[in-house]
């Protein structure tokens, strides 16, 4: 029996979104959801190292590779990679790698705080020794259309904050949530959101595993 790639999120919402694109570019791969709302809360609440003992229990029977889609946790549990003897990819790092090779002026969308200094050190992560300007923007009211259920109206101001950026090379949406916003933006600016490209970059670390 193939073992799946195991995805931990944190939100329900997410199943539906990364099965949505397993059948449409990957059929017939096998996933494996863990839904775990509480690492959200508690790492807004008390920093994203607060949850690295649940995140080290939760991640140590997943069997092979695992994908984590909440951008604020991402970075604490790769961190724990080493320690577990399994690979551990955070959705957002190769968005992130695609955004700092679009240019150096980064503009980071994001509709929760806790989840714009993580980017931000990925960014400067994925970019090394090349120069790059990171811009951060937190989307008001955003996500708390989306904990009302309002996901459509979570992506249009998404959208709407997108459009009003004019200083940069690219934009990147930080979360997984606000991805069908990319869809909506009017700008002329490369607009990055991290399912799609997360979800394959895992899907080739299991089968390289």
């Avoid at 920093?47 to 080290?56: D, M």
């Avoid at 577990?84 to 980071?108: E, K, N, S, T």
């Avoid at 459509?152 to 090379?169: N, Q, S």
């Amino acid at each position: 029996m193939v073992t799946p790639l195991t995805l931990l999120h944190t939100s329900d919402v997410h199943v539906a979104v990364f099965d949505a694109l397993r059948d449409r570019n990957h059929p017939g791969a096998a996933l494996r959801h863990l839904v775990v709302p509480e690492l959200l809360a508690r790492a807004r609440a008390e920093g994203p190292e607060a949850v690295a003992p649940a995140l080290r229990e939760l991640l140590r029977g997943s069997g092979g590779p695992v994908l984590v889609t909440c951008s604020t946790i991402g970075g604490t549990a790769e961190s724990l990679a080493p320690a577990l003897g399994l690979p551990v990819l955070r959705v957002d790092r190769p968005m992130a790698a695609a955004a700092v090779a679009a240019g150096p002026r980064i503009a980071v969308l994001a509709t929760v705080e806790s989840t714009l200094l993580p980017t931000c050190e990925l960014l400067a992560e994925e970019a090394g020794e090349r120069p790059v300007s990171i811009t951060p923007h937190l989307v008001a009211g955003a996500w708390e259309r989306f904990e009302a259920g309002d996901g459509a109206g979570c992506r249009d101001l998404v959208a709407t904050a997108a459009d009003a950026v004019t200083e940069a090379d690219v934009i990147l949406l930080a979360q997984v949530s606000m991805a069908g916003a990319a869809e909506l933006t009017a700008s002329g600016i490369p607009v990055l959101s991290s399912p799609a490209r997360g979800l394959a970059a895992g899907l080739r670390l299991h089968s390289e595993g």
